[in-house]
């Protein structure tokens, strides 16, 4: 239920918004062309997705409505000029019915009927034809799979482990031998086939106390990193749109 | 009809894993050639998927509208920034979709001025979010959240200034923190899944894991 007094605000709200920029257009603070209205519609935007902050309302979710629309169709457009349009629609189709000089690639059948098969999903009769698309995709996924993960990362994880402890420094040979200890106590953790008691519980408590260093750590870069977005996003506000900063 | 149903699909991702599997151990041009074109036709299939999603999208948001769902009103925006976008890169600046995509269009303006800001401002509210439920749960109830809440605080303070302030250990702690028990704690969880994936994709390949298919015939 939308009440009065958030009606009144997100209108006057509407207003301040309108009238700086009808006066930064009006001044030639900012220019009357795409760039200059670009800027006024990021700022809708931005200001429109920060007031969810205050409480979920309707111009946010008129934003966020857009912004999914937007996402989705960039992502069709970008899906048919870098893959359906070259490698479907100009070396299949197009030479089929036009000399291009370049024979129509047949092989590229085989890819565009199980990618339309997928489209079969909706219907009843004959929706395990998609199966083929998926049996394709999966079994393609985990074939490349097998060697490349066993070539880059299990081999490379295992390789630091089996060096020498000794690095030729007192600290760094130490700080070896907590990353050994480390990488052995969490795979301890890990592993459900024993149950976690005695020797093996103490390992895995060690484990756990790496393992919430590694999160503490994870979600403090995480932080970091969404604070310089939020910085980014300010920083545009006061720079690009209003000025204020140089 | 079962053949096609149920062993046809199991003879492909078989034939595709141990094909994609054994011609990484190829060190022949036909096997990279080979690795380029299935790949361009995973890409292909992939592409088509997308339109899969983007009909389950409008699908929902229509329905909304169609049956006047509480706040359906909002799916008209969904179609309406859709609409703009896929109209704008068809339309391509003039030159039509058939032609080769063309730079500083109307759809590059809408990536740039509404796609990107609209991105970047829904993840940084993160902060506000990630901020007030580190308030909440941050709280130093057991040995194993005072060692994760000192950890996070540690990494925080030393990527900016104010921890150099404070001490200028901090940001070597922090760095230390990175590079030795983190990088242990990773490194056992890159192993761990790493053998997982193996595992599951020996089980795909080897027709033993059949969630892919899915349910019915």
Same mark, same amino acid.
């Given at each position: 239920?939308?009440? /009065?007094?958030?009606?009144?605000?997100?209108?006057?709200?509407?207003?301040?918004?309108?009238?700086?920029?009808?006066?930064?257009?009006?001044?030639?603070?900012?220019?009357?062309?795409?760039?200059?209205?670009?800027?006024?519609?990021?700022?809708?935007?931005?200001?429109?997705?920060?007031?969810?902050?205050? /409480?979920?309302?309707? %111009?946010?979710?008129?934003?966020?409505?857009?912004?999914?629309? %937007?996402?989705?169709?960039?992502?069709?457009?970008?899906?048919?000029?870098?893959?359906?349009?070259?490698?479907?629609?100009?070396?299949?189709?197009?030479?089929?019915?036009?000399?291009?000089?370049?024979?129509?690639?047949?092989?590229?059948?085989?890819?565009?009927?199980?990618?339309?098969?997928?489209?079969?999903?909706?219907?009843?009769?004959?929706?395990?034809?998609?199966?083929?698309?998926?049996?394709?995709?999966?079994?393609?996924?985990?074939?490349?799979?097998?060697?490349?993960?066993?070539?880059?990362?299990?081999?490379?994880?295992?390789?630091?482990?089996?060096?020498?402890?000794?690095?030729?420094?007192?600290?760094?040979?130490?700080?070896?031998?907590?990353?050994?200890?480390?990488? %052995?106590?969490?795979?301890?953790?890990?592993?459900?086939?024993?149950?976690? /008691?005695?020797?093996?519980?103490?390992?895995?408590?060690?484990?756990?106390?790496?393992?919430?260093?590694?999160?503490?750590?994870?979600?403090?870069?995480? %932080?970091?990193?969404?604070?310089?977005?939020?910085?980014?996003?300010?920083?545009?506000?006061? /720079?690009?749109?209003?000025?204020?900063?140089? | 009809?079962?053949?096609?149903?149920?062993? +046809?699909?199991?003879?492909?991702?078989?034939?595709?894993? +141990?094909?994609?599997?054994?011609?990484?151990?190829?060190?022949?041009?036909?096997?990279?050639?080979?690795?380029?074109?299935?790949?361009?036709?995973?890409?292909?299939?992939?592409?088509?998927?997308?339109?899969?999603?983007?009909?389950?999208?409008?699908?929902?948001?229509?329905? @909304?509208?169609?049956?006047?769902?509480?706040?359906?009103?909002?799916?008209?925006?969904?179609?309406?920034?859709?609409?703009?976008?896929?109209?704008?890169?068809?339309?391509?600046?003039?030159?039509?979709?058939?032609?080769?995509?063309?730079?500083?269009?109307?759809? =590059?303006?809408?990536? =740039?001025?509404?796609?990107?800001?609209?991105?970047?401002?829904?993840?940084?509210?993160?902060?506000?979010?990630?901020?007030?439920?580190?308030? @909440?749960?941050? @709280?130093?109830?057991?040995?194993?959240?005072?060692?994760?809440?000192?950890?996070?605080?540690?990494?925080?303070?030393?990527?900016?200034? +104010?921890?150099?302030?404070?001490?200028?250990?901090?940001?070597?702690?922090? =760095?230390?923190?990175?590079? +030795?028990?983190?990088?242990?704690?990773? @490194?056992?969880?890159?192993?761990?899944?790493?053998?997982?994936?193996?595992?599951?994709?020996?089980?795909?390949?080897?027709?033993?894991?059949?969630?892919?298919?899915?349910?019915?015939?």
């Amino acid at each position: 239920m939308i009440k /009065k007094t958030d009606v009144s605000i997100t209108t006057w709200i509407l207003i301040a918004f309108g009238t700086v920029n009808i006066a930064f257009l009006a001044t030639g603070k900012l220019g009357f062309n795409g760039k200059g209205l670009g800027i006024i519609t990021a700022v809708a935007i931005t200001l429109a997705m920060y007031s969810f902050l205050y /409480k979920d309302n309707p %111009v946010f979710k008129i934003a966020e409505n857009i912004f999914v629309g %937007v996402a989705m169709g960039y992502s069709i457009i970008i899906v048919w000029f870098n893959i359906l349009k070259p490698d479907v629609f100009e070396a299949l189709i197009v030479p089929m019915f036009k000399d291009t000089g370049n024979a129509p690639q047949y092989l590229v059948i085989v890819p565009t009927l199980l990618g339309l098969f997928m489209f079969l999903r909706f219907s009843s009769k004959l929706s395990w034809l998609s199966r083929w698309s998926f049996a394709f995709i999966v079994g393609m996924g985990s074939g490349i799979a097998i060697p490349n993960f066993i070539n880059a990362i299990l081999l490379r994880q295992l390789e630091p482990m089996l060096a020498p402890l000794y690095t030729g420094s007192f600290w760094g040979t130490i700080d070896t031998l907590l990353v050994l200890i480390g990488v %052995v106590s969490v795979l301890f953790y890990f592993f459900f086939s024993m149950e976690h /008691k005695g020797v093996i519980g103490g390992v895995s408590v060690i484990g756990i106390w790496f393992l919430m260093i590694a999160f503490g750590a994870s979600f403090g870069y995480t %932080v970091m990193a969404r604070m310089s977005l939020l910085i980014g996003r300010i920083q545009f506000l006061l /720079k690009d749109w209003l000025g204020i900063i140089q | 009809m079962n053949f096609l149903k149920r062993t +046809v699909p199991m003879i492909i991702a078989f034939v595709m894993g +141990v094909l994609m599997a054994f011609q990484y151990y190829v060190p022949h041009e036909a096997s990279q050639n080979l690795l380029k074109v299935v790949t361009r036709w995973g890409m292909i299939i992939s592409g088509f998927a997308m339109f899969i999603g983007a009909y389950s999208l409008f699908h929902m948001h229509w329905n @909304r509208i169609k049956h006047k769902v509480s706040g359906w009103g909002y799916s008209i925006f969904m179609f309406f920034g859709a609409g703009i976008a896929i109209i704008s890169g068809l339309y391509n600046g003039g030159e039509l979709f058939w032609n080769d995509k063309q730079s500083g269009t109307m759809f =590059d303006w809408i990536f =740039d001025y509404v796609q990107v800001p609209a991105g970047a401002t829904i993840f940084s509210i993160l902060a506000f979010f990630m901020a007030s439920a580190a308030y @909440r749960t941050f @709280r130093a109830r057991n040995k194993e959240a005072t060692i994760l809440l000192i950890s996070a605080i540690i990494v925080m303070l030393g990527r900016v200034p +104010v921890g150099t302030m404070i001490s200028q250990y901090i940001p070597i702690a922090a =760095d230390w923190i990175m590079t +030795v028990p983190n990088l242990a704690a990773k @490194r056992a969880i890159l192993i761990g899944v790493s053998i997982g994936v193996i595992a599951t994709s020996i089980k795909i390949i080897f027709g033993i894991e059949k969630a892919y298919l899915g349910g019915g015939d």
